[in-house]
């Protein structure tokens, strides 16, 4: 079935003279039945409008449009709207924007598009944007879930665990503001040109209200940088790098107030930990 889906698909790509960007991250779905999992996987319906973005030619979109109020695709390369045009032409709910997506004001976009209908995004994202734009996602502060496509090393390290390997600083960022999981994994052979790596399907469900409570965003996560910008070092060295005002001895007395060792690393912090560590912080005045 793949194989007939991908000559197929290598055909309309061929008649519109359309040719891959690497620099533009673009991996195609072949099997239709990823895209029909992915568009479940979103929970969309028609009380829904949902934000795609790299629509690629309609594969997931046309699941979207199957099941939402409305889908808005923005897609930076032109050369794929006439494709577009052609695959999602039985499609009333449809609409692109012919766009960057890191430089729209993606509240504006929803308000605009989506009146009525509760936001969601749902997309096979190019690897080389999936940070900024997840980000991008949540900053925005509009959207009740997120269902994407990504690399399965990324998707790992957004639901680690502290004192794992994989656990960061985007992993506190997306657990502060979603309820991130993995939902199925899908292997390189189930795109063009195939990846090098696995890629998996993430899902996160935006929190109605942090899980900590937190004075300052902005200060809280400048403490998260922080303790993970020497990952190898103690959580008091890596401090030092944006707090060093304070003195070692003092950000050493501070991590112990806190209930904390010494001589603990950044990597072991939850977020409840991190929440008691910036109020500290903040409290002396860093």
């Known amino acids: 079935m793949a194989q007939n889906e991908q000559r197929a698909i290598e055909a309309l790509l061929q008649r519109h003279g359309f040719h891959f960007s690497k620099a533009k991250g673009q991996n195609f779905l072949i099997d239709r039945e990823i895209p029909r999992r992915i568009a479940l996987t979103s929970e969309a319906d028609a009380s829904n409008g949902v934000l795609e973005v790299g629509p690629g030619i309609g594969a997931l979109s046309s699941e979207l449009c199957r099941r939402a109020g409305r889908v808005v695709a923005v897609e930076l390369d032109t050369s794929l709207l006439p494709i577009l045009d052609e695959t999602m032409a039985d499609f009333d709910n449809f609409s692109i ?33 999936t940070t900024p734009v997840l980000t991008a996602f949540l900053e925005a502060g509009c959207f009740e879930s997120l269902t994407v496509l990504i690399q399965r090393e990324v998707a790992e390290r957004l639901c680690a665990k502290p004192g794992t390997a994989a656990y960061g600083a985007f992993s506190v960022f997306m657990q502060y503001y979603t309820t991130p999981r993995i939902c199925f994994e899908v292997p390189p052979e189930y795109f063009i040109p195939r990846p090098k790596v696995t890629s998996a399907v993430l899902r996160a469900e935006v929190r109605k209200a942090p899980p900590v409570a937190v004075e300052d965003e902005a200060f809280f996560f400048r403490v998260v940088n922080a303790a993970f910008a020497l990952r190898r070092k103690t959580l008091v060295n890596s401090l030092m790098t944006a707090f060093g005002a304070l003195g070692k ?38």
């Open 97 to 129: 924007v012919s766009a960057d997506v890191l430089k729209l004001d993606l509240a504006a976009l929803v308000r605009e598009r989506f009146e009525g209908l509760t936001p969601i995004v749902c997309a096979n994202l190019p690897y080389n944007i």
């Open 249 to 286: 001895e003092q950000l050493a007395a501070l991590v112990v107030s806190c209930g904390l060792d010494a001589n603990v690393r950044g990597e072991r912090l939850g977020l409840a930990e991190f929440a008691r560590l910036a109020a500290a912080l903040r409290e002396a005045g860093a």
